[in-house]
């Protein structure tokens, strides 16, 4: 499982209502300038004769200066060598939910995020809404959206769909994935005739799209999950697979050498088919991201790699992401999680949140002393323990 896949599974399973797709479709009308484009094309017939088939095809033209690629605003941010955010965001499953999280839209802006990421569900769940939610983030927002676009279980007409869609709404940013299996399944299918991995999605959007998009990848400081294995025999883990082993509840796991190996050149083969930038998935050691940025280097891997800092909300969404996703987590920081006092559920609530807050400005703190000035926050669709992320760096910005 991708992080992003896991937050859409949790988010099913725990936290929403069937969505109403009656009211999920794109286009949606806002108040945007529009632009009208005419384009003809002929068809040669077998029999020798022509036929032209003329359509109209409508465009929502951003404001000034919005409608960017993320690629670019990042090498602005980071020549600053000040640090600056980006949030990632899941489309909710009722209309209320989309309503609240476009008002939050509004009010974290106010932070200048370098974008906002949106994710798209397993298999296309929630194309319309996550096209949706792109086009009112940047059109009344004025937050340049980073879409999500997964590739299997998805026939190569709702990619095509989804691509034209957000063309048609000026968005420039694609996060190219693979995409996990729809809840209720253990694996993922290729469509006939469709993808098999994310590098086939870059490759096609590229080929499709020429250089339209800024398209994003996802990386794996501990591996890909499913090649985070069970240990046999610790004594026989090497000095570099030591430093990504996981220890939890279920034993002892890591990506060996030679899986990461294949994971590190499988990374660069998307980079050279036209990824412009890399975010990793949740990890909560920096020297772990610190090891993954020198290893992309050393496998001529040179664009931004993006640290995906997973902000602890809570006690039980930590511990099934970390136990789903194969989490490396310090054994210091489970100690401290699990003795947090819970004399009550509010008050453990709350106290959780707290430890979030400082345990995520610590690993934000030793990212920017290494150098990493961009901070790409999961922040859950929540703001309290992100805004208090950014209290404790000093870089929360009034409101």
Not at 57 to 62: D, G, K, S
Not at 63 to 86: C, F, H, M, S, Y
Not at 278 to 293: G, R
Not at 313 to 334: D, H, I, N, Y
Request: aromatic fraction near 8%; charge should be negative.
């Amino acid at each position: 499982f991708t992080f992003s896949g896991i937050l859409e599974l949790l988010a099913q399973r725990y936290f929403r209502k069937p969505i109403d797709k009656a009211t999920s479709h794109f286009p949606i009308s806002f108040n945007m300038p529009i632009q009208h484009t005419v384009k003809t094309s002929t068809t040669l017939h077998p029999d020798g004769t022509y036929e032209s088939v003329t359509k109209e095809e409508t465009t929502r033209l951003p404001a000034a200066g919005l409608g960017r690629k993320a690629i670019d605003i990042i090498n602005e941010k980071n020549a600053t060598k000040q640090p600056w955010v980006a949030f990632e965001y899941y489309p909710p499953r009722t209309d209320a939910g989309s309503e609240n999280l476009v008002a939050r839209f509004h009010k974290m802006n106010k932070q200048a995020p370098a974008y906002g990421d949106m994710t798209w569900g397993a298999g296309g769940s929630t194309s319309d809404l996550t096209l949706k939610l792109c086009t009112q983030m940047l059109h009344e927002v004025g937050m340049e959206p980073n879409m999500h676009l997964t590739c299997t279980n998805m026939e190569v007409a709702k990619i095509d769909a989804a691509l034209e869609g957000s063309k048609r709404a000026s968005i420039r940013n694609i996060v190219a994935l693979r995409g996990d299996p729809p809840v209720g399944q253990d694996k993922w299918e290729a469509t006939e005739g469709g993808f098999e991995c994310a590098l086939d999605l870059v490759k096609y959007i590229r080929k499709n799209h020429g250089d339209y998009f800024c398209i994003s990848v996802a990386g794996y400081p501990e591996g890909h999950p499913n090649v985070i294995l069970p240990v046999k025999d610790e004594s026989k883990l090497t000095p570099s697979e030591l430093t990504r082993v996981v220890r939890n509840a279920d034993g002892v796991f890591v990506c060996h050498d030679a899986d990461y190996k294949k994971e590190m050149e499988y990374l660069k083969a998307k980079v050279d088919a036209g990824a412009e930038f890399i975010i990793t998935q949740m990890f909560f050691e920096a020297a772990l991201f610190n090891k993954f940025v020198e290893d992309c280097r050393a496998y001529g891997i040179n664009v931004p790699v993006m640290p995906g800092i997973m902000l602890i909300q809570s006690f039980g969404g930590f511990k099934r992401m970390t136990a789903m996703c194969k989490s490396r987590v310090p054994t210091e920081l489970m100690d401290a999680i699990d003795a947090i006092p819970n004399n009550s559920s509010e008050e453990h609530a709350k106290l959780v949140k707290e430890f979030g807050i400082k345990q995520g400005a610590k690993v934000c703190r030793e990212l920017l002393a290494a150098g990493h000035y961009g901070l790409h926050l999961y922040c859950l669709n929540l703001e309290t323990v992100t805004y208090g992320v950014l209290a404790e760096l000093g870089l929360q910005k009034p409101e």
